[in-house]
């Protein structure tokens, strides 16, 4: 006979049914124990054990024994669930114990019909008669269902012999399930978060190339005490498919014009050499760059050769190890180099040769992540800021912008997440330009700091890869002509990349990352097979296009604060020396993030103020 629940006859939504915590409970327990707890008189919980005792009721009848079978676990729980959990198959109901007695009287949770057949056997006649009331049945069907074959799984690997080591973690899953969705429990969602970024951060890095890396690897190095800054770096291409980092042809020199770029690729040289002092991590392989220092090679030209000189100079002047050659000497060294029109040469001798991006970029990653660096893939799409309006004592009008925000939407979804923080990094390489637009830099009266934006674009350039039987041997630098044409071995297999920039008036299309073949033909080859003549029988293998985060002003870095974004900080614009140089820029970032001002390298000719004020830091040995 079966009875109404006090709720149910009401028509009210019942609430958790009795015993529910105690069934739970009884759960976990009987899977550690090996035990099971089956109802007592008064509703009580009593412990048996797992083997199943010899059945002296009489054979059910035919179809039913493998029913009785599936049902053996539910029942044995079921007086302790109270009915909690849901169903054991489709049509029948939910049960809740009331004191269940020698005659096994059961009381039904909501307001399904059901039946008890001669032989024993609880059936149901129909269904809820509410919509809601079937949504609610077909959930608990589907919690009990898990719950059932999970119990049952474990019987059989009990009496299998068969191991049980994660049945614990299955339960706590279960039991918090079962919790987040009862009435009144606490609501826990089942919707995985995990894809999307913390709610908060101390720095937000806008761009997660090498350059943010290097950023987000000296914020944590230099952190006065650990686990003190929060630091989330946003990227928007996790696949680095089209990252200027790993398209780059990977070169590192000190042969520089200015004096703060030479130090910053001396600096970065040292950390290079020493790689796995800095980014080792416990039991992960260490890390082999594939350093070639075979060096650079700058050819000038009768007009070139005195400022190829001061360079020279001021190199030595900043550590560098370079020398001047002579074309008598330049053919003395390397006899396969055409020295007709070239008046002077400077060699590397020391720090200067090529890497592989590819591995310091996962370095840097795998490093920055057991520092406890965030990650999420994603888009800035905007930035959320107050503002304070000033005036000078010129008596210009100025406004100060603090950002408060910053919106991320998630990679092919349209769901983004706000992520409040202190301190926001635009390391976002080519498209820095347009980060900063978001942020409001440039929004403002011409002419005025407010209105001065910042002057990064993409610039598209291509790199080629051919095959030479006959060119140059193993002791071949990088070579830079003075048609501006480059080149480098690329392995062991008389293998060669290089490239060429295009003139002004003859810039590519940055919308893209194809290729222009023609270009190759046109403006590359000639001077190649003229410089190297062994050269005229290559044989293009591939090719592929990468981005500059070009710097229209004075093609040389930014890095800094933004003079009225207050906590906009720059690490972008280097025109193809990025790469070579993020260790050392990173670490200049870092320091004026925690410091306020630049320690290791002063990089004051490299704020964004000097856009404003008209101050170039022209660098003259660009790529």
């Known amino acids: 006979m ?10 009210k939504e019942p609430g958790p049914p009795p015993g529910t915590q105690a069934a739970i409970t009884a759960a976990s327990c009987c899977a550690k124990l090996r035990t099971r707890h089956t109802s007592g008189p008064g509703n009580r919980l009593i412990r048996t054990s797992a083997q199943r005792p ?9 179809g039913a024994r493998d029913l009785r079978r599936r049902q053996a676990c539910q029942w044995r729980v079921g007086a302790g669930l109270g009915g909690a959990l849901g169903d054991a198959r489709k049509g029948s109901t939910a049960y809740q114990a009331e004191g269940r007695g020698a005659a096994g009287q059961w009381a039904r949770s909501d307001e399904w019909p059901v039946a008890q057949s001669s032989d024993g056997w609880l059936t149901s006649v129909g269904y809820p008669p509410t919509a809601a009331g079937r949504w609610r049945a077909m959930l608990r069907r589907a919690l009990w269902l898990g719950l059932r074959r999970g119990l049952l799984g474990r019987e059989l690997g009990t009496r299998r012999g068969g191991s049980t080591l994660d049945w614990d973690g299955k339960v706590s899953n279960i039991k918090k399930k079962i919790q987040s969705i009862l009435p009144g429990g606490a609501w826990k969602p089942l919707y995985d978060t995990s894809h999307l970024p913390p709610e ?25 005490r650990r686990g003190a800054i929060r630091v989330l770096v946003v990227e928007r291409d996790h696949t680095y498919s089209q990252a200027s980092t790993v398209l780059s042809v990977g070169g590192i020199r000190q042969q520089f014009s200015l004096p703060e770029n030479i130090q910053l690729s001396l600096f970065s040289a040292e950390f290079l050499r020493n790689i796995n002092e800095y980014l080792a991590v416990v039991d992960d392989p260490p890390l082999d760059l594939q350093f070639n220092p075979s060096g650079y090679l700058f050819l000038a030209s009768e007009k070139g050769a005195a400022t190829m000189e001061n360079n020279v100079k001021v190199q030595r002047q900043e550590g560098a190890k370079v020398c001047l050659m002579s074309p008598e000497q330049l053919r003395k060294k390397f006899p396969w180099i055409n020295t007709e029109g070239v008046a002077l040469a400077s060699y590397g001798l020391e720090n200067e040769g090529w890497f592989d991006p590819w591995c310091l970029l996962q370095g840097l990653r795998r490093k920055v992540q057991s520092m406890g660096v965030l990650f999420c893939q994603g888009e800035v799409t905007r930035f959320v800021s107050s503002s304070t309006h000033m005036e000078t004592i010129s008596g210009e009008e100025v406004t100060l912008k603090r950002i408060h925000e910053v919106q991320v939407k998630m990679d092919c979804s349209q769901e983004y997440q706000p992520v409040e923080c202190a301190i926001v ?17 440039g929004k403002g009266l011409p002419g005025t700091l407010q209105g001065t934006k910042l002057p990064v674009e993409p610039r598209k350039r291509y790199v080629y890869l051919w095959h030479c039987p006959q060119g140059p041997g193993l002791e071949a630098p990088l070579v830079a002509d003075l048609s501006g044409v ?17 003139a002004e008036e003859e ?21 190649l097979a003229w410089r190297v003549p062994a050269f005229e029988t290559l044989k293009v293998q591939r090719a592929w296009a990468g981005y500059y985060d ?3 002003f004075d093609q040389n870095g930014v890095v800094g604060p933004h003079p009225l974004i207050v906590n906009m900080y720059f690490a972008t614009g280097f025109s193809g020396h990025g790469l070579q140089q993020a260790p050392a820029v990173g670490r200049a970032v870092a320091e004026m993030v925690l410091e306020g001002h630049f320690q290791t390298i002063n990089l004051s000719p490299f704020l964004f103020t000097r856009f404003y004020l008209g101050e170039k830091a022209l660098e003259h040995c660009i790529l």
């Open 2 to 11: 079966v009875k109404k629940s006090s709720m149910a006859a009401a028509g």
């Open 54 to 62: 010899r059945d002296s009721s009489p054979t059910p009848p035919a």
């Open 200 to 224: 908060q951060a101390d720095v937000v890095i806008v761009g997660g190339g090498v350059l943010g890396l290097s950023v987000a690897y000296w914020l944590k190095r230099l952190e006065k």
């Open 425 to 441: 990094v635009n390391a976002a390489g080519a498209w820095s330009g347009q980060i900063a637009e978001l942020a409001g830099v």
């Open 486 to 502: 480059y080149f480098r071995r690329e392995g062991l297999g008389n293998n060669y990349l290089g490239g060429c920039s295009p």
């Open 507 to 527: 810039e590519p299309d940055p919308g893209n990352l194809e290729v222009d073949h023609d270009f190759f033909q046109e403006k590359v080859w000639p001077p």
């Open 550 to 552: 070009y710097n229209t």
